[in-house]
């Protein structure tokens, strides 16, 4: 308890310090994990998507996403992680327990799955969180509905199985800890448009869904 406390106390405190000093950015970055699977997939996508939210937000964001090992107690020093890949994922005792403290103490992680997560991570977050099941969350959640409206959810990026998309969270006494979007591929929805050639609508709906997470988790989940 002493060491989740602490965290709390030292993440509260960081969050809050930045909020006040304007000339301070809030710094997200990209989580990699171990087990083989891609963690440095999209590479564009976060930097687009921090473009559009210093655009488009009243959020002051470092303008380049950092990256973080999941065990390293700098993970503490991220309001906002971001996690994606194809493949396999595997947290050691030590590094779900180093997760399940951060997202405890007011940190908050969206992961996206880029076709072939699914099955890892739910297995994997069952270590971070044995207690809890991964909810779908319902369309007027408010994760939904900060800037941009999405009435009915996650937009669809791109085609795999011919399933809906579906944003799933893992709540933790109430508060949304972990955002997953699955059979959406929302980050690649923020990537350069030159690598999918997705319709320009297409990815202004997912830059747009992508900065109702980072508004959420910055505003409402704190």
């Not at 993440?11 to 440095?40: H, R, T, V």
């Not at 107690?73 to 992680?81: A, K």
């Not at 959810?153 to 699955?182: A, M, N, W």
Request: some cysteine; overall charge negative.
């Amino acid at each position: 308890m002493k060491k989740i406390t602490f965290s709390f106390i030292l993440l509260c405190f960081m969050y809050s310090w930045a909020l006040a000093q304007p000339e301070q950015p809030l710094k997200i970055a990209k989580l990699k994990y171990n087990g083989g699977g891609d963690w440095y997939a999209n590479k564009t996508s976060l930097p687009n998507l921090i473009s559009f939210c210093r655009k488009n937000l009243n959020i002051n964001l470092a303008p380049e996403e950092e990256i973080v090992e999941v065990g390293s107690p700098e993970l503490f020093s991220y309001p906002f992680v971001h996690m994606t890949g194809h493949g396999n994922v595997v947290f050691s005792e030590a590094e779900a327990k180093n997760l399940r403290n951060y997202l405890i103490a007011g940190g908050f992680l969206h992961i996206d799955d880029n076709y072939g997560l699914d099955k890892f991570i739910r297995i994997e977050l069952k270590k971070v969180f044995p207690e809890l099941e991964l909810v779908e969350l319902p369309y007027n959640h408010p994760i939904y509905h900060q800037k941009y409206k999405f009435p009915n959810g996650l937009p669809k990026v791109h085609e795999h199985d011919g399933k809906s998309p579906q944003g799933f969270g893992l709540i933790y006494q109430g508060r949304l800890v972990c955002f997953y979007t699955y059979e959406c591929d929302l980050g690649n929805g923020w990537e350069d448009q030159v690598i999918y050639n997705d319709p320009e609508e297409v990815r202004q709906e997912a830059l747009k869904m992508g900065a109702n997470i980072i508004a959420f988790a910055f505003t409402q989940n704190q």
